[in-house]
């Protein structure tokens, strides 16, 4: 199956989140998605944008996404941080996340990044051993941890007085 | 032991590169640094800094610092990712540390970040405990993966003809 790969225009944010709501609801959380599409246009369209997405369609349905952003590492310096790449479910299998991860690493090389790093859970063994069949490090000694908003309030009203 | 947290100026950088190279021996990683001051002070303040980095001291003496920048969660939008936070040895267990990370959660606090997110070494058992006694989560399942500048360069041979 062919696909097109571009960068994503306004107009297909709305397909975006539609992706964005169906990997929540892989990753059983379905709950946890509270980014808007207003939201989305504003961070990604504007004078500085707070991320990069490609998007990945077939006869003009978007069927796929990449949403990445430079991130900064105290040992190799500017990175790439590719935070999803999602594949509708009818799509999976095609090629279409293959060629979608490719586009991403091909732009990262023409930033000059030394790395692309991205996330994954230790029990989607798919992901994994596709990511390590393309040469990826999956850091399984590194763990993310996440201090969340209401984290953050309890968090300054105990130890700043705030 | 009274310290004094600030953003880091240039002429501290010299300083934070010591810490950042003290921080990767003690991850059993000497040779990983690649970033040089050069880098560090033209991607730090220029007129698009690519890190934000606080510095802590005390009678002058820089003996820690956290680097951190924004980044973007297609669930919750705008969050503040902390790269490194790092103490000298001699300073541990002196409060620096926990006072340089309430400075960053203020300060994300004050963009409006959904959350505040970091890495963290499962061996790294004060720390885990340290983070998770202030409200973190260390997401256990999730893991980091990394393709580094020459899987960069395979990858594009064997997948996109490059």
Redesign the interface.
């Known amino acids: 199956m062919n696909y097109t790969i571009r960068p994503a225009r306004e107009a297909d944010m709305a397909d975006v989140l539609r992706l ?1 709501h169906e ?2 609801v892989f990753e059983k ?1 379905p709950e ?4 808007t599409l207003e ?1 989305l246009l504003a ?1 990604g369209f504007g004078e ?1 944008p ?2 990069s997405c490609l998007v990945g369609s077939h006869n003009g349905v978007i069927a796929g996404m990449a ?1 990445f ?10 990175v790439i ?1 590719l ?2 790449l999602i594949v509708t479910e009818s799509a999976r299998g095609t090629g279409l996340g ?1 060629a979608l991860l ?1 586009e991403v ?2 732009h ?2 023409g930033l000059g ?11 989607n063994d798919p992901a994994i051993a596709f ?1 390590e069949g ?16 209401k ?6 009203k ?3 007085g ?1």
Chains 1, 2 share one sequence.
Do not use: C, F
């Not at 952003?69 to 500017?78: A, E, Q």
């Not at 990044?113 to 029990?123: C, M, P, T």
């Not at 393309?134 to 908003?149: F, I």
């Open positions: 964005i990997l929540a959380e946890a998605v509270e980014v939201q961070d500085s707070k991320y949403l952003y430079p991130r900064y590492s105290t040992w190799k310096g500017p941080h935070e999803d293959s490719t690493i091909r990262a090389a990044a030394k790395r692309v790093s991205w996330e994954v859970l230790d029990w990511y393309r040469g990826a490090h999956v850091m399984r000694e590194w763990n993310v941890v996440h201090l969340d908003k984290g953050i309030a309890a968090y300054l105990d130890y700043a705030i």
